[in-house]
């Protein structure tokens, strides 16, 4: 295949084909893309179309549709929301179609760049002058379709047009959660697992009230879309540091309770598939996670239990305050500060862990930036203030938080037939940290990937234990961890039940907004 000047066939020849094609996917919009959809640009004679689809859920459908029409699903390719197919019609104009989900990466950069080069003529001519320069004989189609899509972005990109990604971001095992429980632990003379911060050992020096407060969901992201740079968190903002992974209440909370990483304590996710009971439970809740039923028998703390750091202080007066959810909690974060200021003003040495379900429990139902979540961030930015004025001398308040959120899109995954028939049972742990029991260990990591590799890195199960995250020799996990895990690395979220749909925000990924956390340091003496 050669690379020619701008031949205006080109654009009936789309015409042609999009004709035939809109006979059966008569609901979606089909686009002339790529260079020969743009007029003047030199190109190889392979006419692109586009079909564009609103979500990644109905590529399935769309499948069924386009091979009818001859036309072979490949899978997706290295732009985010693309997917090629093998065009088996030989009675058309040579072409290359590809199924596009709309706003992704895929669908965008060909937009602004079609509306770049006919506002700038010029781009035009020194794209064809380079593509005419560089390929003056035969050209690979591989080569060409890589080149190519270099070309578009590094051209947008000089201009400013950029698709946004997230950033993926690990767990820090010498800034993180954990260790600011090392501190405690060393605190209070007990052995620490993990490495302890400087900043937290010289809080807590010489303290005789200590008090750890979590604020689920809490994370870097979320304060700076929804708190005010002048808001009293920010002031005694010490700094930031990483939950764990997966970075889930779960995982993180438990890790914080017990100064324990998943793999010595076995609580990963929200939902953990149990083998023995042949039951996906919800480990907060010992409920079935598919039936929403309480499971005769079954206690979570029984089956993986968990001790807090607390219980091995010695001589200090160590409790817990929980919101209404458990016996005894607290209706509001002001009556649990109350609680705190009158612990503060006790004569014993004390140790308080303060766990808030906000902003998590609003993030998940209202999403990551409204006026609503501001409101909840201000009101416990100035409880925490009026705890700092009202507390008694010698105290140290750590605020943190177990994990950030961000907004996702669900993926349902009981679409996709050629993932679930592999499956021997539905999908555990977390909607973006997923584990899969599947029939096929050969076949299922290539049929998930040909939908997903954009979205998810995929793991075999030893692979990923050997990665270290849920901490060294995680084998009491590995019941849990299934054949396959997958982590996400943008903004989907894998459904398996109907109730996951309204959540609009959620956790457990691998990006900044998950993994990144505040850690607060407000002192009294």
Same mark, same amino acid.
């Given at each position: 295949?050669?690379?020619?000047?701008?031949?205006?066939?080109?654009? =009936?020849?789309?015409?042609?084909?999009? !004709?035939?094609?809109? !006979?059966?996917?008569?609901?979606?919009?089909?686009?002339?893309?790529?260079?020969?959809?743009?007029?003047?640009?030199?190109?190889?004679?392979?006419?692109?179309?586009?079909?564009?689809?609103? /979500?990644?859920?109905?590529?399935?459908?769309?499948?069924?549709?386009?091979?009818?029409?001859?036309?072979?699903?490949?899978?997706?390719?290295?732009?985010?929301?693309?997917?090629?197919?093998?065009?088996?019609?030989?009675?058309?104009?040579?072409?290359?179609?590809?199924?596009?989900?709309?706003?992704?990466?895929?669908?965008?950069?060909?937009?602004?760049?079609?509306?770049?080069?006919?506002? =700038?003529?010029?781009?035009?001519?020194?794209?064809?002058?380079?593509?005419?320069?560089?390929?003056?004989?035969?050209?690979?189609?591989?080569?060409?379709?890589?080149?190519?899509?270099?070309?578009?972005?590094?051209?947008?990109?000089?201009?400013?047009?950029?698709?946004?990604?997230?950033?993926?971001?690990?767990?820090?095992?010498?800034?993180?959660?954990?260790?600011? @429980?090392?501190?405690?632990?060393?605190?209070?003379?007990?052995?620490?697992?993990?490495?302890?911060?400087?900043?937290?050992?010289?809080?807590? $020096?010489?303290?005789?009230?200590?008090?750890?407060?979590?604020?689920?969901?809490?994370?870097?992201?979320?304060?700076?879309?929804?708190?005010?740079?002048?808001?009293?968190?920010?002031?005694?903002?010490?700094?930031?540091?990483?939950?764990?992974? &997966?970075?889930?209440?779960?995982?993180? @909370?438990?890790?914080?309770?017990?100064?324990?990483?998943?793999?010595?304590?076995?609580?990963?996710?929200?939902?953990?598939?149990?083998?023995?009971?042949?039951?996906?439970?919800?480990?907060?809740?010992?409920?079935?996670?598919?039936?929403?039923?309480?499971?005769?028998?079954?206690?979570?703390?029984?089956?993986?239990?968990?001790? &807090?750091?607390?219980?091995?202080?010695?001589?200090?007066?160590?409790?817990?305050?929980? &919101?209404?959810?458990?016996? =005894?909690?607290?209706?509001?974060?002001?009556?649990?500060?109350?609680?705190?200021?009158?612990?503060?003003?006790?004569?014993?040495?004390?140790?308080?862990?303060?766990?808030?379900?906000?902003?998590?429990?609003?993030?998940?139902?209202?999403?990551?930036?409204?006026?609503?979540?501001?409101?909840?961030?201000?009101?416990?930015?100035?409880?925490?203030?009026?705890?700092?004025?009202?507390?008694?001398?010698?105290? /140290?308040?750590?605020?943190?938080? =177990?994990?950030?959120?961000?907004?996702?899109?669900?993926?349902?995954?009981?679409?996709?037939?050629?993932?679930?028939?592999?499956?021997?049972?539905?999908?555990?742990?977390?909607?973006?940290?997923?584990?899969?029991?599947?029939?096929?260990?050969?076949?299922?990591?290539?049929?998930?990937?040909?939908?997903?590799?954009?979205?998810?890195?995929?793991?075999?199960?030893?692979?990923?234990?050997?990665?270290?995250?849920?901490?060294?020799?995680?084998?009491?996990?590995?019941?849990?961890?299934?054949?396959?895990?997958?982590?996400?690395?943008?903004?989907?979220?894998?459904?398996?039940?109907?109730?996951? $749909?309204?959540?609009?925000?959620?956790?457990?990924?691998?990006?900044?907004?998950?993994?990144?956390?505040?850690?607060?340091?407000? $002192?009294?003496?």
């Amino acid at each position: 295949m050669k690379i020619s000047s701008y031949q205006p066939i080109w654009n =009936d020849q789309f015409h042609s084909i999009a !004709k035939y094609l809109q !006979k059966t996917l008569s609901n979606c919009e089909i686009k002339h893309v790529g260079l020969t959809a743009i007029r003047g640009m030199a190109a190889c004679p392979i006419i692109d179309i586009h079909v564009v689809i609103p /979500t990644i859920n109905e590529l399935p459908l769309m499948n069924d549709c386009l091979q009818i029409l001859d036309y072979l699903f490949i899978g997706n390719t290295k732009t985010i929301g693309e997917y090629n197919y093998q065009n088996n019609n030989l009675d058309f104009p040579n072409h290359h179609l590809s199924v596009v989900i709309a706003g992704e990466e895929a669908d965008f950069y060909q937009t602004r760049f079609q509306q770049c080069c006919q506002d =700038d003529l010029s781009l035009v001519i020194q794209c064809s002058n380079h593509l005419l320069s560089t390929y003056p004989g035969e050209v690979i189609l591989s080569q060409y379709y890589e080149e190519t899509r270099i070309l578009m972005e590094t051209e947008l990109k000089n201009r400013g047009i950029q698709a946004m990604r997230h950033q993926i971001m690990w767990p820090d095992f010498n800034n993180s959660l954990m260790n600011v @429980t090392s501190s405690i632990q060393k605190h209070y003379q007990v052995k620490p697992l993990s490495s302890t911060l400087d900043c937290v050992d010289e809080a807590l $020096e010489g303290k005789q009230h200590v008090f750890l407060i979590l604020l689920d969901g809490m994370g870097i992201d979320i304060m700076e879309k929804n708190l005010p740079l002048d808001a009293y968190l920010w002031k005694y903002l010490r700094k930031q540091i990483t939950s764990i992974y &997966p970075p889930t209440t779960v995982a993180a @909370t438990t890790a914080v309770q017990t100064g324990l990483l998943p793999n010595e304590t076995g609580w990963i996710g929200w939902h953990q598939y149990f083998k023995a009971i042949d039951r996906d439970v919800i480990l907060f809740r010992n409920e079935d996670y598919y039936t929403d039923e309480v499971i005769p028998g079954v206690d979570t703390q029984v089956l993986l239990p968990t001790t &807090p750091i607390y219980q091995h202080f010695k001589g200090v007066q160590a409790q817990t305050l929980w &919101p209404s959810f458990r016996p =005894d909690g607290f209706h509001t974060f002001h009556d649990m500060i109350d609680r705190a200021i009158e612990i503060s003003h006790t004569s014993e040495e004390t140790y308080t862990y303060l766990y808030w379900n906000e902003p998590d429990a609003s993030l998940h139902e209202l999403g990551c930036q409204n006026d609503d979540i501001r409101s909840i961030l201000s009101n416990l930015s100035d409880e925490v203030e009026r705890f700092k004025e009202y507390c008694g001398s010698k105290s /140290t308040i750590i605020v943190v938080a =177990d994990h950030g959120l961000v907004d996702v899109l669900p993926i349902y995954i009981n679409r996709f037939k050629d993932i679930t028939d592999l499956l021997t049972t539905r999908p555990s742990l977390e909607g973006r940290s997923t584990v899969f029991f599947v029939k096929d260990k050969q076949t299922f990591p290539q049929v998930f990937r040909r939908y997903f590799s954009n979205y998810f890195d995929l793991y075999a199960c030893e692979t990923f234990m050997a990665t270290g995250l849920l901490g060294d020799h995680p084998e009491k996990c590995k019941p849990f961890l299934g054949d396959f895990i997958a982590l996400a690395k943008d903004k989907y979220t894998l459904c398996a039940k109907v109730k996951e $749909e309204c959540f609009i925000a959620t956790h457990a990924g691998q990006t900044r907004g998950e993994m990144l956390v505040p850690l607060i340091i407000i $002192e009294k003496d």
